[in-house]
């Protein structure tokens, strides 16, 4: 029996724009099967939530908190909340 998917929203700061950041995200969250969206924002921090498999959020909140290619995390804020049942993932 599956686990109920899980839901959380990230905020990265740091060097995280510019870096290909949403998309290396996107990228991962679809091959992960994982729902939701990424986006900048204007205070320079990236924000996205993922909704999908424990396992697979996990994942993408690790993957965040490296950072992708040359992004540079100097922070994750990490929230749980409960999934919507988002479908797709997109860069906002």
């Known amino acids: 029996m599956p ?8 905020r ?3 060097r995280v724009q510019g870096v ?6 996107r990228q991962e969250a679809e091959r992960r099967g994982v729902a939701g969206w990424v986006r900048n924002r204007d205070d ?8 999908g ?5 996990d ?7 490296a950072g992708p290619g040359s ?5 994750l804020d990490v929230e749980q909340e409960e999934p919507e049942g988002l479908r797709g993932f997109d860069v906002r």
């Open 12 to 14: 990265a700061t740091g």
């Open 59 to 65: 994942a993408l909140v690790e993957l965040a908190r």
């Open 3 to 10: 686990e109920p998917p899980v839901r959380r929203r990230i």
């Open 20 to 25: 290909f950041f949403r998309d290396a995200t």
């Open 44 to 51: 320079g921090s990236v924000e996205a939530v993922f909704e």
């Open 53 to 57: 498999a424990p396992d697979a959020v």
């Open 71 to 75: 992004a540079q995390v100097e922070a």
